[in-house]
């Protein structure tokens, strides 16, 4: 798992081997992350989509 710079994780988060979270993401509260997650998005759900982004 790696996560970048700046950012947020909501509470009760799973992060599944090999999760690359890149900087400047918001995870909502009880989001399963695999796979790799743009930078400066935010994402929500079980698996995760992209619902909005950060600027």
Known sequence: MTI???VWIGANC???DGAIV???CVIA????VKGEV???SVIAG???RQIG???
């Open 46 to 48: 079980n698996p995760w």
């Open 22 to 24: 890149h900087s400047g």
């Open 53 to 55: 982004a950060r600027s």
């Open 14 to 16: 799973v992060f599944l």
């Open 29 to 32: 509260a009880g989001t399963v």
């Open 38 to 40: 743009p930078a400066f």
């Open 4 to 6: 970048g710079d700046d």
